[in-house]
């Protein structure tokens, strides 16, 4: 048996979670080693009790890791264990990081530069609007869009990502083949086309239920660089991966609403607790700093990460000299329509690549 198959094993196994899992691996150095060990060695690792043992002993009975990942390949879904360079870095550090991942689409290195945005499942206009705004200004920075592919808040970061031409990541909180909700297949389906990809640590044909959303927003809290709330009331889900991140070390934005709103009362509670009011893109872009693009010579990030302007982005930030340059000049170098280059020249400001001066003049940054 593989080390991939005996954590696919422990992965369909009842009441058997990643901090069990560590503690056996200490004790018995390798995956495969545990589920051959007796029920008498079992019981040696710390919190491995007669009950665990014996689900573990009988594995067999419980679990077909063979035709698990037999399944996953025909549906063309990987999956990616923390041994593999397709984990997400950051997720090794948290305390109970997913045995293995189920990835439907494909995971880059540069999705380590992740930006959580989450709210609630009944969004208002403004709430979606807010969310589109800004997971657009994010996504179209550089920066992957991580949610939960929800109904409300989440749906519509994704597709604001999407629409940035940009990268998004759905972390969901059931089976691959139980995609919740049901209606979000299509988004889904773009999402893993080559924009991004749909995660979970569930195995292929787990319903979700209550357990597994704060499961998922663990996941994103943990391998997000920063979490956003863009709209949530005081009761919400998005509350627990809020707390979460703080927990994590990671920066907290959310944007307010009226204060007679109930949708934006969780919000209003997060601010007074002491995350950062936020009501554009920029704000988060100055606080995150190092984004995942570089100019020419900068190397704060390898050339191997960086993903390719397009060719509208190119030739423009190629008419744009160190020193001031005013945007009619910037639309004779570069030959492309008036509209295309002003709509150009916002997307490279807020990739930091470019510095706007009164009276629409550009420079290189």
């Known amino acids: 048996m593989t080390a991939t198959e ?11 979670g990643p901090v069990k899992v560590r503690r056996l691996l200490e004790v018995f150095g390798d995956p495969a080693s545990v589920l051959g060990a007796s029920v008498d060695k079992l019981m040696r690792a710390d919190g491995i009790g007669p009950e ?15 035709a698990e990942i037999s399944e996953a390949k025909q549906r063309g879904i990987a999956i990616v264990t923390q041994d593999d360079a397709d984990y997400p870095a950051p997720l090794r550090d948290a305390y109970d990081p997913p045995l293995l991942l189920y990835v439907w689409g494909k995971l880059e290195p540069r999705d380590r530069h992740a930006i959580g945005i989450v709210g609630s499942r009944r969004a208002t206009p403004y709430g979606r609007n807010v969310t589109k705004k800004l997971s657009f200004q994010l996504a179209g920075a550089g920066f992957t869009i991580l949610s939960g592919l929800a109904r409300g808040i989440d749906t519509t970061a994704h597709e604001a990502a999407l629409a940035a031409k940009g990268r998004t990541v759905a972390i969901i909180g059931s089976g691959l083949a139980k995609l919740y909700p049901p209606e979000n297949l299509g988004l889904a389906e773009k999402i893993a086309e080559g924009n991004g990809a749909v995660v979970s640590e569930f195995p292929l044909h787990t319903s979700p239920d209550k357990q597994t959303f704060p499961m998922r927003n663990r996941i994103v809290a943990a391998w997000s660089r920063a979490v956003l709330v863009t709209e949530c009331p005081a009761w919400s889900g998005s509350l627990i991966t809020a707390n979460l991140a703080s927990e994590y070390g990671k920066t907290v934005y959310a944007v307010p609403g009226s204060i007679d709103t109930p949708s934006s009362m969780g919000c209003h509670q997060l601010i007074r607790d002491g995350a950062t009011l936020v009501f554009d893109g920029s704000q988060i872009l100055d606080d995150l700093g190092d984004l ?23 030739k423009v930030l190629s008419a744009i000299g160190p020193d001031e340059r005013p945007v009619d000049r910037i639309i004779d170098a570069c030959g492309l329509p008036a509209p295309v280059v002003t709509a150009t020249l916002m997307k490279l400001e807020m990739k930091r690549l470019v510095r706007c001066y009164p009276g629409f003049r550009y420079s290189l940054r």
Do not use: C, M
Not at 52 to 66: K, Y
Not at 292 to 314: I, V
């Open 6 to 16: 005996a954590l696919v094993a422990f992965n369909l196994l009842p009441k058997i």
């Open 52 to 66: 665990t043992a014996a689900i573990l002993h009988r594995w067999q009975d419980h679990a077909d890791p063979s």
């Open 292 to 314: 995942p693009f570089a100019r020419q010579g900068d190397t704060t990030e390898p050339a191997a990460d960086l993903p390719q302007l397009p060719e509208e982005e190119a």
